[in-house]
């Protein structure tokens, strides 16, 4: 994977800390085993955990949170909100409670509310208002009452007041005596019954109920302050129920227009087109732009959803809390087939979606399987939801892999020992690494490749091959026939490193950014389906020795987790190399020039973003072991 001739050496992995600490939050995670948790902040991943208790513990912290087992997505834990307090049709996050008692604890303190038990129909409480009182023609918010009694409380502070029923759209009450109504109907004639804007007659009226009354006579009218040009009054139903979008029929009072609206599924009041009361479910499935299918419980959404590729599950006001919309796959290779280290590997990951432990390699030319497999370990990745693809190779022996190509028994009886051994371990497939190839094999290999993935598939295995990143302008004289290969095997890998190599004619970044982009370009230009290309990304650099010309004398490979120590024990100096879009780093030591080209988290931030920007079907990273623990929440976070 790494370069023609330190592949191998640095195959030999330095010991990964199985005790690794989160600053940022002050967990210590213990990794003897995989994840088995997952923590969501709505739909969006944020960490993995071995144990359920850390994983809760760690999602506390978050608003909308959740916890799911990694293995089926099992949901085990969550803080999402329960109960809804509304103000009319305004709410805000903080008006969410887990109890009902808590919801009504605020909604006492609010006039004209009501609470929502986000995972059943309508309301579980509301303290509307069924009367209005009023001074005059004049009247406050504040004025709305519940009952006719708290009404009357209110308006013995007021002269001049009466009250209102909401509902029946009727005056019902008022502190007027005879002679205060008689001295009104002989004052100033100022109101006026309108409709559609025109008045309906040229009689006025002094005494605000005479209007009323006379406006009660036409509907759809209103009655006017002819003097300060106000509506005091009107006689149109404003609340309004819908079926479905459709309108069905319109009240004067809330109340009445719940009752209603009770008798219909799907139904809603709004007022002035805003949602005050519904019985539609608070989540609803999607595909894309298209709503599939509404549920008032998270659980029958999420089994639903689950069940519908590229689903997400929304709250009404378009939260998504669900979703197995497409992510990245994320696939690391081991670089080994030592059980114990690809244990501890595979513990500090997060994300990781299939694991390649170097279990088998081409041993001859007479098709020898050499096999280092490990079903207990195979079963065990498996269980933590990982899925697992051997990788094999063919030692980068080139004279070997000319000899075994030309050779038809041979490569019958190496295809099907591997094959018949990846169906008994029950991997999901094989990953295909068959480097330093002649050009002359190059119809050779493509026909070997061939006939490993038609084996394979018969037994429902996959297969992914590895490829150089190369270039198009020379890839038709090397042993691999892109546009042929990628027709046979279910996945593509460009290897997208090496770009400067060990023994190479100059020192450089082992993948510069726009070398990789340009790569993904070159890729795709095969005709490739992006659905089946990974990039391949380094978890290391090279550190050159230069002479007094700035020639490499030597290089040498330093994991990506050892960089941040190398600076600062070599008092590295780092400038921007804009060519590469990373740091590159310069020392002296011993009368020589070092020089480096820094991998960190942002590189590896920008190398994902390249694989979204062309909607690829993930990474692959050489390899596991080379990082910090930590780069695989940023990982996670990601996909």
Same mark, same amino acid.
């Given at each position: 994977?790494?370069?023609? @001739?330190?592949?191998?050496?640095?195959?030999?992995?330095?010991?990964?800390?199985?005790?690794?600490? @989160?600053?940022?939050?002050?967990?210590?995670?213990?990794?003897?085993?995989?994840?088995?948790?997952?923590?969501?902040?709505?739909?969006?991943?944020?960490?993995?955990?071995?144990?359920?208790?850390?994983?809760?513990?760690?999602?506390?912290?978050?608003?909308?949170?959740?916890?799911?087992?990694?293995?089926?997505?099992? $949901?085990?834990?969550?803080?999402?909100?329960?109960?809804?307090?509304?103000?009319?049709?305004?709410?805000?996050?903080?008006?969410?409670?887990?109890?009902?008692?808590?919801?009504?604890?605020?909604?006492?303190?609010?006039?004209? !509310?009501?609470?929502?038990?986000?995972?059943?129909?309508?309301? +579980?409480?509301?303290?509307?208002?069924?009367?209005?009182?009023?001074?005059?023609?004049?009247?406050?918010?504040? $004025?709305?009452?519940?009952?006719?009694?708290?009404?009357?409380?209110?308006?013995?502070?007021?002269?001049?007041?009466?009250?209102?029923?909401?509902?029946?759209?009727?005056?019902?009450?008022?502190?007027?005596?005879?002679?205060?109504?008689?001295?009104?109907?002989?004052?100033?004639?100022?109101?006026?019954?309108?409709?559609?804007? *025109?008045?309906?007659?040229? @009689?006025?009226?002094?005494?605000?109920?005479?209007?009323?009354?006379?406006?009660?006579?036409?509907?759809?009218?209103?009655?006017?302050?002819?003097?300060?040009?106000?509506?005091?009054?009107?006689?149109?139903?404003?609340?309004?129920?819908?079926?479905?979008?459709?309108?069905?029929?319109?009240?004067?009072? %809330?109340?009445?227009?719940?009752?209603?609206?009770?008798?219909?599924?799907?139904?809603?009041?709004?007022?002035?087109?805003?949602?005050?009361?519904?019985?539609?479910?608070?989540?609803?499935?999607?595909?894309?732009?298209?709503?599939?299918?509404?549920?008032?419980?998270?659980?029958?959404? +999420?089994?639903?959803?689950?069940?519908?590729?590229?689903? !997400? !599950?929304?709250?009404?006001?378009?939260?998504?809390?669900?979703?197995?919309?497409?992510?990245?796959?994320?696939?690391?290779?081991?670089?080994?087939?030592?059980?114990?280290?690809?244990?501890?590997?595979?513990? +500090?990951?997060?994300?990781?979606?299939?694991?390649?432990?170097?279990?088998?390699?081409?041993?001859?030319?007479?098709?020898?399987?050499?096999?280092?497999?490990?079903?207990?370990?195979?079963? *065990?990745?498996?269980?933590?939801?990982?899925?697992?693809?051997?990788?094999?190779?063919?030692?980068?022996?080139?004279?070997?892999?000319?000899?075994?190509?030309?050779?038809? *028994?041979?490569?019958?009886?190496?295809?099907?020992?591997?094959?018949?051994?990846?169906?008994?371990?029950?991997?999901?497939?094989?990953?295909?690494?068959?480097?330093?190839?002649?050009?002359?094999?190059?119809?050779?290999?493509?026909?070997?490749?061939?006939?490993?993935?038609?084996?394979?598939?018969?037994?429902?295995?996959?297969?992914?091959?590895? %490829?150089?990143?190369?270039?198009?302008?020379?890839?038709?004289?090397?042993?691999?026939?892109?546009?042929?290969?990628?027709?046979?095997?279910?996945?593509?890998?460009?290897?997208?490193?090496?770009?400067?190599?060990?023994?190479?004619?100059?020192?450089?970044?082992?993948?510069?950014?726009? $070398?990789?982009?340009?790569?993904?370009?070159?890729?795709?230009?095969?005709?490739?389906?992006?659905?089946?290309?990974?990039?391949?990304?380094?978890?290391?650099?090279?550190?050159?020795?230069?002479?007094?010309?700035?020639?490499? !004398?030597?290089?040498?490979?330093?994991?990506?987790?050892?960089?941040?120590?190398?600076?600062?024990?070599?008092?590295?100096?780092?400038?921007?190399?804009?060519?590469?879009?990373?740091?590159?780093?310069?020392?002296?030591?011993?009368?020589?020039?070092?020089?480096?080209?820094?991998?960190?988290?942002?590189?590896?931030?920008?190398?994902?973003?390249?694989?979204?920007?062309?909607?690829?079907?993930?990474?692959?990273?050489?390899?596991?072991?080379?990082?910090?623990?930590?780069?695989?929440?940023?990982?996670?976070?990601?996909?």
């Amino acid at each position: 994977m790494i370069n023609r @001739t330190s592949r191998m050496a640095i195959a030999l992995l330095i010991a990964v800390q199985t005790v690794w600490a @989160t600053a940022a939050v002050g967990f210590a995670a213990e990794k003897e085993a995989a994840s088995a948790y997952r923590v969501y902040q709505n739909d969006k991943p944020l960490r993995e955990f071995v144990s359920e208790s850390q994983a809760i513990a760690y999602a506390k912290r978050f608003k909308y949170a959740h916890v799911e087992k990694i293995t089926g997505r099992v $949901w085990v834990w969550d803080n999402f909100p329960k109960f809804k307090v509304y103000q009319g049709s305004t709410s805000y996050s903080w008006w969410e409670y887990d109890t009902y008692e808590q919801a009504l604890a605020k909604a006492k303190t609010l006039k004209n !509310v009501h609470i929502r038990d986000l995972e059943k129909p309508g309301w +579980v409480y509301s303290n509307y208002a069924k009367y209005q009182l009023y001074q005059g023609d004049k009247t406050k918010a504040e $004025w709305g009452f519940e009952t006719l009694e708290e009404a009357k409380k209110e308006a013995k502070r007021w002269g001049n007041a009466h009250i209102m029923d909401i509902g029946a759209n009727k005056w019902v009450w008022d502190n007027l005596s005879a002679n205060d109504r008689l001295k009104q109907r002989q004052g100033t004639k100022k109101y006026a019954v309108y409709k559609d804007g *025109e008045a309906v007659s040229t @009689t006025k009226y002094g005494f605000l109920l005479d209007a009323i009354n006379a406006s009660a006579k036409v509907p759809g009218s209103t009655v006017v302050n002819t003097v300060t040009k106000a509506v005091v009054h009107t006689n149109v139903p404003s609340y309004e129920v819908f079926q479905n979008g459709k309108p069905l029929k319109s009240f004067f009072g %809330l109340h009445q227009a719940v009752q209603y609206a009770k008798s219909y599924a799907g139904s809603r009041v709004a007022l002035g087109g805003e949602t005050y009361w519904t019985n539609e479910p608070y989540l609803t499935v999607y595909q894309g732009d298209n709503k599939i299918k509404s549920f008032h419980t998270r659980k029958a959404a +999420v089994a639903y959803a689950a069940a519908l590729s590229g689903s !997400v !599950v929304r709250t009404e006001d378009g939260r998504a809390v669900w979703s197995n919309t497409k992510q990245l796959v994320y696939l690391g290779w081991n670089g080994t087939s030592n059980s114990a280290v690809i244990r501890e590997q595979v513990a +500090v990951t997060q994300g990781l979606d299939i694991d390649s432990p170097t279990w088998f390699e081409l041993a001859d030319a007479g098709g020898t399987l050499k096999d280092n497999s490990d079903p207990a370990l195979a079963s *065990e990745l498996k269980a933590a939801g990982i899925s697992v693809m051997p990788l094999v190779h063919n030692q980068f022996d080139q004279a070997m892999t000319t000899a075994f190509l030309a050779d038809t *028994e041979a490569r019958k009886r190496f295809i099907a020992a591997l094959v018949n051994r990846l169906a008994e371990l029950k991997v999901d497939g094989v990953n295909l690494d068959f480097e330093s190839l002649a050009g002359t094999d190059r119809d050779a290999y493509t026909s070997f490749v061939r006939e490993l993935t038609n084996a394979a598939h018969a037994k429902k295995l996959k297969v992914s091959i590895d %490829l150089p990143r190369g270039d198009t302008a020379w890839n038709h004289l090397t042993g691999y026939d892109h546009k042929a290969l990628a027709g046979i095997v279910d996945t593509v890998i460009v290897m997208a490193y090496d770009e400067h190599w060990q023994g190479g004619p100059e020192a450089g970044s082992v993948s510069g950014l726009a $070398w990789t982009e340009e790569g993904i370009k070159q890729y795709l230009s095969y005709g490739i389906p992006r659905s089946k290309l990974m990039l391949g990304i380094p978890f290391y650099v090279r550190e050159w020795q230069l002479d007094a010309d700035g020639k490499p !004398v030597a290089s040498r490979a330093v994991y990506m987790k050892e960089v941040p120590k190398l600076i600062a024990e070599r008092g590295a100096k780092g400038t921007l190399d804009r060519e590469s879009g990373q740091m590159k780093y310069t020392y002296q030591k011993d009368g020589s020039t070092y020089v480096f080209w820094a991998e960190t988290e942002q590189t590896v931030k920008r190398r994902i973003e390249l694989a979204k920007t062309y909607d690829l079907a993930g990474i692959a990273a050489w390899r596991l072991g080379y990082e910090s623990a930590d780069l695989w929440t940023t990982l996670l976070r990601l996909k």
